[in-house]
């Protein structure tokens, strides 16, 4: 009955499903002198966990204190920032000035336009009182 009721522990045990006391039991079992031969690997399990918890380590640990690293990201969040900011200005002056660029190219094209259209209109007009003066002259011819 023993045997059985200690297979069901390890099961237990096995799937952490046991109390304080069903362990302190399990490791009774084990660490006394009769165990069951299918159930050795557990033996040297538990008296493994017997002899370890007895274990302290007795060296002094220095710890030295850590430096403090969120001043350095303090300041590099607020440099990025900056920077961010920085770029975020130039770059609005740039586009500025390219759609200034824009509008005078703009204008340009349109008086440019506008002064080859007077251009040839004054062409015309030129020619037209060219013909005139033709005209007139060959009527003074005539009439002289």
Excluded: C, D
């Excluded at 006391?21 to 050795?40: C, R």
């Excluded at 770059?91 to 824009?102: A, D, I, L, M, V």
Aim: aromatic fraction near 12%; avoid cysteine; glycine fraction near 4%.
């Amino acid at each position: 009955m023993e045997l059985a009721n200690i297979e069901k522990l390890v099961e237990k045990y096995l799937n952490a499903e046991t109390s304080l006391q069903e362990e302190a039991t399990l490791k009774n079992y084990f660490t006394g002198g009769n165990v069951a031969p299918h159930l050795q690997e557990y033996k040297y399990m538990f008296t493994y966990f017997k002899s370890t918890k007895q274990e302290t380590y007795t060296k002094t640990i220095r710890l030295a204190p850590k430096k403090s690293n969120r001043r350095s990201f303090k300041w590099l969040s607020v440099a990025a920032s900056l920077v961010l900011l920085f770029s975020v200005f130039v770059g609005k002056q740039q586009y500025n000035k390219q759609q200034e660029r824009k509008e005078a190219e703009r204008i340009y094209a349109q008086v440019s336009k506008g002064l080859g259209l007077l251009s040839s209109n004054l062409r015309k007009g030129e020619n037209a009182v060219a013909q005139l003066y033709t005209y007139e002259n060959t009527v003074n011819k005539i009439l002289k």
